[in-house]
């Protein structure tokens, strides 16, 4: 069923009558003009483009498609991206690619600078990233901002890996639910783990997890 919402003018889905996907939702939004949502878009022409979103996920894939959860058990998508880290600036970025890192436990985070909770689980994987080392751990924190700075921000005050997906061609291989996004990948460059979202108590479950991994 649609119906016209007053919140934005155009059709938008009944969600308690047509269920529809987040991975669904995230796909069609890929599909639209222009970047993902970020800090720049207004409100109003956020709220415009989600109601396409949605009406086009019931209209061109009526099909429930599995949740980005779906992703634990499978081969975690490669991508490369440039590293915003340290003194890395200018033309002399480094390309770090995913599959470079067979052989040790990976945490892939998707953020963006307007998302409170991202900037939050960002600081924890700081601390995660200083307790295992970079032998055992490699933390990729990847900015989906259209701009470069936030990244640049977050690199230099956490001093973590930061990779800028600036065309948001890699998050949206991934299909997230939701930001914070955060993928753990094993050293054979399987999903085992998949966090969407982020709450205080998923410090400890990142860390126990990891731990698993690390020592299989």
């Known amino acids: 069923s649609l119906a016209v919402s007053s919140a934005c003018p155009c059709p938008c889905v009944k969600t ?3 269920p529809v996907a987040p991975r669904q939702v995230w796909i069609a939004m890929s599909q639209q003009p222009g970047p993902m949502p970020s800090r720049a878009v207004a409100p109003q022409g956020y709220a415009r483009r989600m109601c396409r979103a949605l009406l086009l996920a019931v209209l061109l894939l009526p099909i429930t498609l599995p949740a980005s959860s779906g992703l634990a058990g499978q081969p975690a998508p490669d991508f490369a991206l440039k590293n915003k880290s340290g003194t890395n600036y200018g ?3 480094v390309n770090h690619r995913l599959s470079e890192y067979r052989g040790q436990v990976v945490l892939v985070s998707f953020w963006a600078d307007w998302c409170k909770r991202c900037i939050d689980q960002l600081a924890v994987l700081r601390d995660l990233q200083e307790r295992y080392g970079e032998t055992s751990l490699r933390v990729l924190a990847v900015n989906i901002d259209q701009h470069e700075q936030p990244a640049r921000d977050a690199a230099n005050r956490l ?3 930061v990779l800028h997906d600036a ?3 890699v998050v949206r291989q991934y299909a997230p639910s ?3 996004f955060a993928v753990l990948v094993d ?3 399987t999903v085992r783990h998949v966090h969407a979202g982020y709450r205080a108590e998923d410090a400890t479950t990142y860390a126990d997890e990891l731990a698993a991994l690390i020592l299989e």
Do not use: E
């Open 91 to 93: 033309t002399n970025y």
């Open 16 to 18: 308690g009558t047509v």
């Open 167 to 169: 065309d948001q061609s």
């Open 178 to 180: 939701t930001l914070p």
């Open 159 to 161: 001093g973590i890996t």
């Open 187 to 189: 050293p054979h460059g």
